[in-house]
């Protein structure tokens, strides 16, 4: 079993949905979260940073995390086409050093 | 300002030769790291330097794989007798503190194909 969980998708909705992105941990040591949205051919870009459990909003995104079900969601509102991309969450903690552990990734389709 | 570069973006190499694939960090990033990203996977963990020093190289998968970054800015991972297994995506990440901080900045990837 990977320490980090994330369901592949494909997730489409049609465009102005909230969409939903999730990702499961096993191991509770895991302190800080992050959300990467990754574009066909590019690399990972940082979107949310989350320091242990609670709740951050940036814009349209919100990320959730709780520690005590080791689950961790990334909402997106009122989604466009050009959020279409793959999301990837990463995971570390202290014992880790500083390496992130990452989720496979889950493919989001918005059509207009 | 300037984001973290790669070359070359893609390398195609027959199987057995030496690659040599560069990482241009965010000026000034105490931290470099380098990742794994198999077809569909995650990023994985290869190898993480503060400054010149190689802190942690626990995710190279075998002694064909060294990393360097001898002045402690740019950084080449280079992969000796390649193998079709090591067809993948290599993503250079950088960041700006030396301890505690996981807000890491990628590059695009070098995506070697092993033929």
């Known amino acids: 079993q990977k320490e980090v969980e994330q369901d592949p998708g494909p997730l489409s909705v049609p465009e102005g949905a909230i969409v939903s992105l999730n990702c499961t941990y096993s191991n509770s040591a895991f302190q800080y979260f992050m959300w990467y949205r990754q574009y066909s051919r590019k690399g990972p870009e940082l979107l949310m940073y989350?320091?242990?459990?609670g709740n951050k909003e940036d814009g349209r995104f919100t990320a959730q995390v709780d520690k005590s079900s080791k689950y961790i969601s990334l909402f997106i509102r009122d989604s466009q086409p050009s959020d279409s991309a793959t999301y990837l969450c990463a995971m570390g903690h202290m014992e880790y050093g500083n390496k992130l552990v990452f989720g496979a990734g889950t493919i989001l389709r918005v059509k207009s | 300002g300037a984001g973290v570069s790669q070359s070359p973006r893609y390398k195609v190499a027959k199987r057995g030769q030496d690659v040599a694939l560069r990482c241009d960090p965010i000026s000034g990033h105490v931290s470099l790291f380098w990742y794994q990203q198999a077809l569909g996977q995650g990023p994985e963990f290869l190898t993480y330097?503060?400054?010149?020093?190689?802190?942690?190289k626990s995710g190279l998968p075998s002694d064909r794989f060294f990393a360097e970054r001898p002045e402690g800015s740019v950084s080449t991972l280079k992969i000796q007798r390649t193998q079709q297994e090591d067809s993948a995506v290599y993503l250079c990440?950088?960041?700006?503190?030396?301890?505690?901080?996981?807000?890491?900045?990628f590059g695009p990837g070098t995506r070697l194909t092993v033929t």
């Open positions: 330097f503060q400054n010149e020093a190689q802190l942690d």
């Open positions: 989350t320091y242990s459990s």
């Open positions: 990440a950088s960041s700006s503190s030396g301890t505690g901080t996981y807000e890491q900045y």
